[in-house]
């Protein structure tokens, strides 16, 4: 893949390391030109000083052969410009920004720009850790609408299937822990005593899934 990134701070820099050790095209783009110091001379790829949203900045950068474009500067509006410019404009089928107002993070997925809403994100990270509210949460995407949560169950459980907890429940199996061992469910899987089940979740449903779960609500037994 060819994949441009608009900004070299410390998310763009890293992530610019992280395709390029995997054998990816990169080319980075920032407006300051010492910003590539981040890079290191180990860095393979390509950079290109200039605005990230300027149209022969992203032709250098090579964005019309790009399978693939980060928007990750610091500013909101700057990463969404060009990541509208790099879909619409320029037909890049993966295209992410970095959105620090989680507001507007929402309205820019309605747009179809995939958004990664940090502030949020870390926010609602931090929270879990200072006010634990007994969920063990083990996964939060980035933009902090599905979680990874375990879902401790009723003896209840033990001898159904994964399809009959998940239509009880209403979440989805998305792994389990077997004698200290992970792994992925089909829906004929049959809990065993001792499994540990984790589920994928969005907040407004985490509370009924649990009870569920645990036997206190009907359909959970």
Aim: proline share 3%; with cysteine.
């Amino acid at each position: 893949m060819h994949v441009v990134i608009m900004g070299c701070g410390r998310l763009g820099s890293t992530l610019a390391h992280k395709l390029d050790a995997v054998g990816h095209s990169v080319a980075v783009v920032d407006q300051n030109a010492d910003a590539f110091r981040r890079l290191g001379a180990e860095f393979g790829g390509t950079t290109v000083t200039g605005i990230g949203f300027d149209r022969d900045v992203l032709r250098e950068a090579g964005i019309e052969r790009a399978d693939a474009f980060a928007a990750v500067s610091s500013g909101d509006n700057s990463n969404i410009i060009s990541a509208r410019l790099a879909r619409e404009n320029y037909g890049v089928a993966r295209v992410v920004a970095r959105i620090y107002d989680a507001k507007r993070a929402q309205v820019y997925e309605r747009l179809g720009i995939p958004t990664v809403a940090t502030i949020r994100w870390a926010a609602d990270r931090m929270v879990r850790h200072l006010v634990p509210e007994g969920t063990v949460e083990v996964f939060r995407d980035p933009t902090s609408a599905v979680s990874i949560v375990e879902a401790p169950f009723s003896p209840d459980w033990v001898g159904r299937t994964v399809k009959a907890f998940e239509d009880a429940t209403g979440a989805r199996v998305a792994y389990l822990m077997r004698f200290g061992i992970g792994s992925l469910t089909t829906a004929s899987t049959v809990l065993q005593d001792g499994d540990q089940v984790f589920v994928l979740v969005t907040d407004d449903i985490v509370d009924q899934v649990l009870a569920a779960a645990a036997g206190t609500q009907p359909g959970g037994r």
